[in-house]
């Protein structure tokens, strides 16, 4: 497996191309924007994508997923169903985050907890992880030790919880039962920010330890 990160858009959102070797098939996690940007990597490397996942639908996560879907003629996968309002609420967004107008749009499907999906060889577990928001997912591939986690849990800190629909204690539970379960060797690619791993987490993220939230 090899994981292509694009930071895109003004939040510097990692978008991730995750590229099963054996295939170079890929799938495209959380293209928030810059389009151009996603399409010319997906050359360089000669990739095939063959779907969008998507772990929320917060603008900077989702903005560029329509247009990826025409270009390339595939679905868009994820998150989970509550996460509905989001996607309803798009062109709000735009104004709220300082976007360019958007119009709505939605998934092709929507994910349930212990669905899995594949890239080529690759199979990924998805976790529904509420509390950032409440149709958030993650997606857990295990010969990897990877776990993708969107906004739920950054190196040193914790999603956002003061937007519409969010839950502190419902996102601590999710990271504590979904994310702080997992091997410690397990490396969390979030949304914004370095990478880190579950070991590091565990040991000096204040809000898992209980220290804050």
């Known amino acids: 497996m090899k994981i292509i990160t694009i930071p895109v858009t003004q939040f510097m959102q990692n978008c991730r191309i995750i590229v099963c070797e054996q ?3 890929a799938v495209v996690v959380d293209p928030g924007g810059d389009v151009d940007k996603i399409n010319a990597t997906l050359t360089q490397h000669n990739l095939s994508l063959s779907a ?14 329509h247009s990826l879907r025409e270009q390339h003629n595939i679905k868009i996968i994820g998150p989970h169903k509550d ?5 309803d609420n798009l062109p709000m967004q735009a104004t709220m985050f300082g976007f360019k107008p958007i119009s ?3 998934p092709d499907e929507w ?18 992880c509420p ?3 409440p149709g958030h997912v993650v997606f857990y591939q295990d010969t990897q030790s990877t776990v993708i986690v969107g906004d739920v849990i950054f190196k040193g800190s914790v999603g956002r919880t003061d937007f519409p629909k969010g839950d502190s204690k419902q996102l601590i539970s999710s990271i504590q039962a979904h994310i702080m379960t ?3 060797s397990t490396a969390i690619l979030s949304g914004h920010g370095e990478d880190t791993d579950v070991d590091n987490e565990k040991a000096t993220n ?8």
């Open 206 to 213: 204040p809000f898992v330890s209980g220290q804050f939230g």
């Open 52 to 65: 969008i996942w998507l772990t929320h639908g917060h603008l900077d996560h989702v903005g560029g997923a």
């Open 131 to 133: 509390g950032h928001t």
């Open 111 to 128: 994910l349930v907890h212990d669905d899995t999906v594949q890239v080529g060889q690759l199979a990924f577990k998805v976790l529904h």
């Open 83 to 87: 996460e509905r309002f989001w996607f």
């Open 104 to 106: 709505a749009f939605y």
């Open 23 to 25: 295939t170079q098939q």
């Open 182 to 184: 997992l091997p410690l």
